[in-house]
C-alpha cells in the first residue's frame, strides 16, 4: 500500500572549497565508500552514490552503518562530513524540512544507536548481503525498465526484508531518523537507499536551449516601419523532466545507471539477482549448520 509524501529536502552538492560556518543536525549526507556493503549497495542500484549518514552537530559530525561487510565489527560509527571531502568523496547535503521541535529526535535517535547497538554477528552481516542481492537488486532494477512496471509494483506490494535486528543499511538508517521528524516514504525503510534518496530529492537542471544565429536582411527583406515585423521560427530544446520533490542542485549528478533495459534482458537479470541470492542462502545455511555442529 503506497502511503503519501510527507517531508522535503533540497539536495546542493558540496566541494573542499566551499565555505560552511555550520551544518545543521538532522541533515543527511550522501557519498560514496569502498566499503563492502557499501559497494555491493552501488552495484546493485547502478549508482555511483552508495553511502548515507546523519549529519548530528553543527562542525558536520556525522553517524553512518558501517559501510564494510566484514572489515569492521561495528554496526554503526561516526565519521565527518570533511572526512568525506579529505577523501576526495561527492558530497550532497540533504537539508531537510522537518516538523517543528523534532530535529533533536531525529538525531537522538542516530546518536542513540551508535552508542547501543552491539556488534552484528556473521549471520547479520550475511542477511544485509543477502537483502541487497534478493530485494534491493531486482527492485531497483525493476524500477529502471519500463517493460518490468508488472514487477516493480509486485515488489512495492511485497516487501522482502533480510536483516538482523536494529542491523540496518546506511539508507535505512537515515530513513528511520527522518521517520522521527515527520518523514513519510512510499515504500519500507529498509529499501530506502542512496540511490532512492537522491531521485526522490534531486531536481535535474532542464537541457540548454541553443538560441539561433542571427541572419544579416537583404535590403529587400526589410521590414516597413508601420508593418508587423515577422518572427524567424526557431526549434526550442526539449527540456529534461523535473522532479517534483527537493530543490535545484548547481553541480553535476552523479553517474546513475538509469538507461532503460530491453524487457528480455532485463528479466533476464532480475532472474540472474535472485539466482545468485537464492544460492547465497543456501550457503549461508550450509556454513550456519556446520558451525552449529562444530559447538
Not at 568525506?84 to 546518536?111: D, H, M, N, S
Not at 530544446?237 to 553541480?251: E, I, K, Q, W
Not at 532480475?270 to 558451525?291: K, P
Request: glycine fraction near 8%.
Amino acid at each position: 500500500m503506497r502511503v503519501p509524501h510527507r517531508g522535503r529536502a533540497i539536495l546542493r552538492r558540496i566541494g573542499p572549497r566551499d565555505a560552511i560556518s555550520a551544518f545543521r543536525p538532522g541533515d543527511f549526507v550522501l557519498t560514496t565508500s569502498d566499503g563492502g556493503a557499501a559497494g555491493l549497495l552501488g552495484i546493485a542500484t547502478g549508482c555511483e552514490l552508495n553511502h548515507a549518514a546523519l549529519i548530528v552537530d553543527p562542525l558536520g559530525t556525522t553517524v553512518e552503518a558501517n559501510p564494510n561487510l566484514l572489515a569492521d565489527a561495528r554496526a554503526y560509527r561516526t565519521a565527518s562530513v570533511a572526512d568525506y571531502l579529505r577523501a576526495g568523496r561527492p558530497c550532497w547535503i540533504g537539508y531537510v524540512e522537518l516538523r517543528e521541535g523534532t530535529r533533536q529526535e531525529v538525531v537522538a535517535f542516530a546518536e542513540h544507536l551508535a552508542r547501543a547497538a552491539a556488534a552484528p554477528s556473521l549471520t547479520g552481516r550475511m542477511l544485509m548481503a543477502l537483502h541487497t542481492l534478493v530485494s534491493v537488486a531486482p527492485r531497483a532494477l525493476a524500477s529502471r525498465a519500463a517493460v518490468l512496471g508488472p514487477l516493480r509494483t509486485y515488489f512495492d506490494e511485497h516487501a522482502l526484508v533480510l536483516r538482523e535486528e536494529l542491523c540496518y543499511s546506511s539508507g535505512e538508517l537515515v530513513a528511520r531518523a527522518l521517520e522521527r521528524g515527520g518523514f513519510i516514504w512510499e515504500r519500507d525503510p529498509a529499501h530506502v537507499t542512496p540511490a532512492y534518496l537522491f531521485d526522490r530529492f534531486h531536481l535535474r537542471e532542464p537541457a540548454p536551449v541553443t538560441p539561433l544565429p542571427l541572419r544579416r536582411l537583404r535590403p529587400e527583406e526589410k521590414t516597413p516601419r508601420l508593418a508587423r515585423p515577422r518572427v524567424e521560427r526557431g526549434t526550442l530544446m526539449s527540456f529534461a523532466p523535473r522532479a517534483v520533490h527537493g530543490a535545484n542542485a548547481l553541480a553535476e549528478a552523479p553517474h546513475h545507471a538509469a538507461r532503460p533495459e530491453p524487457g528480455v534482458r532485463a528479466l533476464l537479470k532480475v532472474g540472474l539477482w535472485t539466482a545468485a541470492g537464492l544460492t547465497c542462502i543456501a550457503l549461508a545455511e550450509d556454513l550456519v549448520r556446520s558451525l552449529a555442529h562444530e559447538g
